[in-house]
């Protein structure tokens, strides 16, 4: 079996076919502190890609609750399970990728849902893990907690749904990194279903072939960013391109974010799968839940954005998150204001990094009334 | 291996159930599960029985297997029964039995369930996932939304060329005929098509070949996680060849003219195939056309002699 080399886990592993990285990389960046978990994203991917007959559980997009939540009904869960505890010297991973780990005459260790797993998309929503207890204070991490994670097919550099096709029927496209099911070649076989850890191949039972998330690639094409990016209104979510750590350019949001500043940090890393989807992991939660679910650099991160108040890079980026419709290739900081730029380097964004405040007085003089505090 | 003797009728039944099939001699084959490429898997069924017939001008072959759980739709994590036959399609000796390799395709029957009766698997599905809402969403008017794993809908079977693992490519092929049958706890399935069913041809007294796969749905078996024979079961159809040998074409079995041009189209086509995937349209292509060509010639009176060969009869 070849041998591939995966930045996220420090070290090279085995994979079913040779390294070939693509010319850019299809990557985004979830910041959890502000995703409140309303599935506007979710709804405007449906809308937009999955509303036909046999779709009708079919989430490209979706955001569950952690740790109670999965969709489909415990993915991570049990392949972890499966997986059995791995370790980490450093930053390099010692344990056991999914590739690794596969069992004889497999090509990856994988786990393939029933039916009913898909049921219950927003299972476990909104539930604490822990015990809510009288005289309970907030403290940091909360002692009863829960998070949002927001999730999409992670168009992987060592994907497992590409690697467990017997057909080669899913490939990554050269010019931007995203992984597709070439429709016309696909036989239904429900290997990628079975492949991919984060569970983003799904069966179409009326059309007895898989789909799967297609990063809008119709829009990424036109230097526009996904559906489920355009209309997060927490603004959560900036999509861009991703180079690998040598080559990190710190004017590149993407890069500035993931390698720069190592605030932004991939999903199960110890998968091995590369993936192109990185998250800002929550400050409240407990570090551990959070090393095992983003690798060992969670801590880190979470110290990091904290004293991002007092980084303008930071607070600057972070501004521009939802800020447009555009790919945003460059950005740079002004006095108080900070500009996303275009492939081209023509301006797409510009934003002020405070947003201005007023403060008015309680009494309008004019109409002789007292103001009341609304929202 | 016994060979599998396609018996002469008059006529060639479709009906799994038909008298004819009793006097054609069955041969056993033993199956083993797919271990030769990932993923790998199979071996719920261990044996199916082969029984062929022949009229001269067409041929059929059944099989049966015990199959004690029937599966004839799809579902997440569901998967169909389904059984195959394969024919060498290259001159020579025969590819490798499982799947061919590069240089020498194979050329594959495949049964489905959901392909033989679509409105009892639709019917099927449609208990298993209700339509919740009756509305019109332009989703439902995508290509794959409309055909998805079966994009001809005059296909009653998967005509499918291959040349290794992972090189599955239909071809399509509305002439072949399929009808399958639950007897008890067996399943039985009858493949029927004209003569000639494959390039090099089946010629009636010489000796072809064939091999079986079937796949149990019910244990997760599709793809490459099948029931497969791991060796060739020799065919003969029975009887004496139709047409005395033409003068002039020493050395070469006695054949009509119009095998001759299918056979050197799908070998020309196979030598084009082997230079990749890329081809694999033109391939299509060629079979089409010469598909066509059949036909019409079925139609017509005798066509010329081609020019190297020789008197035709």
């Known amino acids: ?375 | 291996m016994a060979d599998l003797v396609a018996k002469k009728v008059d006529e060639v039944p479709l009906d799994p159930q038909a008298g004819e099939w009793a006097d054609a001699t069955p041969v056993n084959v033993p199956l083993s599960p797919q271990a030769v490429t990932t993923p790998s898997g199979g071996g719920a069924v261990t044996q199916v029985e082969l029984r062929a017939l022949h009229s001269g001008g067409a041929f059929a072959v059944r099989l049966t297997w015990s199959n004690p759980t029937s599966e004839s739709s799809v579902a997440v994590r569901g998967f169909r029964d389904a059984c195959a036959v394969m024919f060498p399609a290259t001159e020579g000796p025969p590819p490798s039995p499982i799947m061919g390799a590069a240089g020498s395709p194979v050329l594959i029957w495949q049964w489905k369930p959901d392909w033989e009766a679509p409105a009892a698997a639709a019917a099927e599905r449609a208990a298993r996932y209700p339509e919740y809402m009756d509305f019109y969403d332009p989703a439902n008017d995508a290509e794959n939304a409309q055909f998805g794993d079966r994009p001809r809908p005059q296909d009653k079977a998967d005509v499918i060329v291959a040349e290794g693992f992972g090189t599955v490519t239909r071809v399509g092929d509305e002439e072949l005929d399929v009808r399958s049958e639950r007897d008890g706890q067996f399943t039985r399935v009858v493949f029927r098509r004209a003569l000639p069913v494959t390039a090099p041809p089946l010629v009636v007294g010489a000796q072809g070949t064939v091999n079986v796969a079937v796949w149990d749905g019910a244990s997760g078996e599709r793809g490459a996680r099948k029931s497969v024979s791991l060796a060739w079961t020799p065919l003969t159809l029975e009887g004496q060849p139709d047409v005395p040998e033409p003068s002039g074409f020493t050395g070469a079995p006695a054949i009509q003219p119009q095998v001759v041009a299918l056979g050197l189209a799908l070998l020309a086509a196979g030598v084009i195939f082997a230079g990749g995937m890329a081809q694999t349209s033109d391939f299509r292509k060629q079979v089409e056309e010469q598909r066509q060509r059949e036909r019409e010639a079925r139609g017509k009176p005798p066509a010329e002699p081609p020019a190297a060969g020789g008197k035709v009869p």
């Not at chain 1, 990190?248 to 932004?264: C, M, Q, R, W, Y």
């Not at chain 1, 991160?301 to 980084?311: P, V």
Request: overall charge negative; charged content about 20%.
């Open chain 1, 1 to 375: 079996m070849p041998t591939v080399y995966n930045w996220q886990i420090g070290r090279d592993m085995e994979y079913h076919y040779e390294g070939s990285r693509p010319e850019k990389q299809f990557a985004m960046v979830f910041d959890t502190n502000k995703c409140i978990a309303c599935q506007t994203c979710t709804i405007a991917c449906k809308n937009a890609w999955t509303s036909g007959r046999g779709q009708e559980y079919m989430f490209w997009n979706n955001v569950e609750t952690k740790p109670y939540g999965g969709y489909p009904l415990g993915w991570d869960a049990k392949l972890l399970e499966m997986l059995g505890p791995q370790t980490w010297s450093g930053g390099v991973y010692t344990g056991k990728t999914i590739f690794e780990a596969a069992p004889q005459g497999e090509r990856s260790l994988g786990l393939h849902p029933d039916d009913e797993d898909y049921a219950s998309p927003n299972i476990g929503e909104d539930e604490v893990f822990g015990v809510v207890e009288r005289g309970l204070k907030v403290l940091t991490p909360h002692v009863p907690w829960m998070y949002y994670v927001p999730r999409i097919c992670n168009h992987c550099t060592y994907a497992s749904c590409l690697a467990s096709c017997p057909r080669g029927s899913v490939y990554k496209r050269k010019e931007d990194g995203i992984v597709l099911i070439d429709q016309g070649r696909c036989r239904g076989y429900q290997e990628c279903v079975r492949g991919c850890p984060f569970k983003k191949s799904f069966f179409r039972p009326t059309s007895g072939i898989s789909e799967k998330c297609i990063g809008c690639f119709p829009k990424v094409e036109q230097g526009l960013q996904p559906f489920c990016v355009q209309n997060c209104i927490g603004k959560i979510r900036l999509m861009g391109f991703l180079h690998l750590p040598e080559a990190s350019d710190p004017t590149n949001p993407i890069d500035f974010l993931v390698h720069e500043k190592g605030l932004a940090l991939p999903l199960y890393p110890q998968f091995g799968l590369e993936g192109n989807i990185y998250y800002i992991p929550p400050v409240h939660v407990p570090p551990a839940f959070l090393t095992q679910m983003f690798g060992p650099n969670a801590e880190a991160a979470i110290s990091s954005y904290k004293a991002a108040a007092n980084d303008p890079e930071v607070v600057g980026l972070i501004q521009l998150f939802g800020s447009t419709d555009r790919i945003i290739h460059g950005f740079e900081l002004r006095t108080d204001e900070v500009v996303g730029f275009g492939a081209n380097g023509a301006e797409v964004a510009r934003v002020p990094i405070v947003e201005p405040f007023f403060v008015r007085p309680e009494f309008d003089t004019d109409l002789s009334v007292p103001r009341k505090t609304i929202t």
